[in-house]
């Protein structure tokens, strides 16, 4: 269905196609990913190559902006030719879908593709590490220390090869003490593991507010909204131009205990509260939801949205906005899997629709949801017939 927002969203990409947009990308100049583990990458669609996984562990962050793997990657891309590191990117357009490299906001805003001389690195993502308290069921032990067990036990069983062995995965920084962090920083991005967790945040806090540059930089952290931030790092955060809090909430009540195992909902009621307190009481704050799209999603979205919307009405529209992700990883966990006349079953708004790869739906990759699904619900005393009763009913009564 050709609605508003493909509409606007068509705008976009011809518009870019007009100002000669249509090649090259801005990101290997102002932006760096630093996932737990220590691999940095120019974004984080690009797809690692050897030469990338042998890098990290620079003292100064700018020189990997100015090393010799993101010049060539800039010469390559300015070119108008594809790096392999970028085929998500040229893959989506190329099936018609819109990929980050023409629509990303942010890349539009803080440089223009027209003045591609300037590298500087004005946008940081950053992972400290794996550690996270949760173990949610769209994430995995590349992400989350809490998974180890579970990732193990599924590939001990031999029901589905998670490649994840249970190996500690190396903090991101090796001494952060002497990290040199550039004063052209303008935004970070936190992530992990949960960053709330992470002994490294604090240090890297103060370091900014040292150099004196917090006043101009502006923070976003992508939380799982179960651990509220002690009154020294609120203090901290003060500092910074803004602060951002992406909770990632992927349903409500029992939805959410099923999905973001083994959270409470009453429990991240309570701490996403108090943030919303201080968003009332302090300008520089802001929440937004997060939600990443699965296939469980399909039956929980609406409730999702209306529990948002009545969330945030006592806070200005600008301060509690909402967006969706698509869940990249493994494929059976993608709505897309579902045929057609189930998916039709369901209300799923054209903004989520937009985010479809053009995934097939098929019995084999619907199998094995139902495998993960159900060995999941085994080693966790959980049910998914219970918590999706619409959807569970539908995949059992199809017949390919
Ligand atoms: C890996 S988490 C790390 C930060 C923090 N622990 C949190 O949950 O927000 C970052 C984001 O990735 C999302 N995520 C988890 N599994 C995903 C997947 N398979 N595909 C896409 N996003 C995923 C989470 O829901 C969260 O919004
Ligand atoms: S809270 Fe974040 S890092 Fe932890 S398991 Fe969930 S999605 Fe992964």
Redesign the pocket.
Known sequence: MFDALSFVCSLIFLYNFAMNKGIGCAFPNFHLQIKPGGITKPCCRFIIDDDLARMGGNANLSDYLTSDYWSNLRKTLEKGLKPSGCSKCFNEEDSGQFSMRLTHEEAEKKLDYNTRENIDLIDLEV?FSNI?N?A?R???SN??TRWYEDDQKLTEAGILERGRPKVKIKPAFNDLKNLSIPNTIKSVKF?????FLHKELPIFLDKMVKMDISKNVELRF???GTILPSDQIIDTLKKFKSIDF?L?L?GIEKANDYLRYPSRWDEILKVIEKLKALVKEDRRFSITR?T?VSIYSLEILDKMESWWNSFVEDIPHEKGKSIY??????SY?SPEIVPKEIMEEFDVPASVKNMFTGLKSGKETLNLFKTYTQSLDELRGEDFENVFPKLSKLIDQYEF
């Open positions: 992972g996270c949760l949610c769209s994430c995995d992400l989350s992530t992990g593991g949960e960053p992508c939380t799982n992406s990632s992927d997060c990443t992700q698509m869940v990249h990883a493994p966990l």
